[in-house]
């Protein structure tokens, strides 16, 4: 792996985030390098709440993948925190050896670290290769996820 660092992501860093978010036929539909305003007052909300964590995978300066991790309080499962992991993004060419794996387990450890009790997430029904990834690192189809665009 290298010298492999994870750390928060930056307002430079929003032009590879956006570009491995739209390196797939899902996000190729929905994200837009052409205009990163949104962007950066996305991030500019994510860095205002302690509960987001939007963070880098970079090795020798270059940014090679990503994910948002969110601490969520509740009261279900006898005031269990949660936390939830979101846009999982692994450079097309560093995927298969084992970056994403090494991003699930920092975000399991920092959700550790954080109370958490539970770790969860989705994945859009078309990612099967996803889906078999989740389950070797441990995570289960416990449930059915629903969505409503507003």
Do not use: C, N, Y
């Given at each position: 792996m290298g010298d492999l660092e994870i750390r928060d992501a930056t307002a430079a860093?929003?032009?590879a985030?956006?570009?491995?978010?739209?390196?797939?036929?899902?996000?190729?539909?929905?994200?837009?390098?052409?205009?990163?305003t949104p962007y950066r007052t996305a991030l500019q909300h994510l860095e205002a709440d302690p509960n987001q964590h939007l963070v880098v995978a970079v090795r020798e300066?270059?940014?090679?993948?990503?994910?948002?991790?969110?601490?969520?309080?509740?009261?279900?499962?006898?005031?269990?925190?949660?936390?939830l992991i979101e846009a999982v993004r692994i450079h097309a060419d560093e995927?298969?050896?084992?970056?994403?794996?090494?991003?699930?387990e920092w975000a399991i450890g920092t959700s550790r670290d954080l109370g958490c009790r539970m770790v969860q997430l989705t994945s859009d029904k078309t990612r099967t290769d996803a889906h078999r990834f989740y389950e070797r690192l441990?995570?289960?189809?416990?449930?059915?996820?629903?969505?409503?665009?507003?």
């Open positions: 860093d929003l032009p985030i956006v570009a491995m978010l739209a390196d797939d036929p899902l996000g190729a539909q929905r994200e837009s390098l052409h205009d990163l300066g270059r940014v090679i993948g990503t994910l948002q991790l969110t601490v969520i309080p509740g009261l279900s499962h006898r005031g269990a925190t949660r936390a995927r298969g050896g084992g970056l994403g794996s090494r991003l699930i441990g995570f289960t189809a416990s449930h059915e996820g629903f969505k409503l665009r507003l």
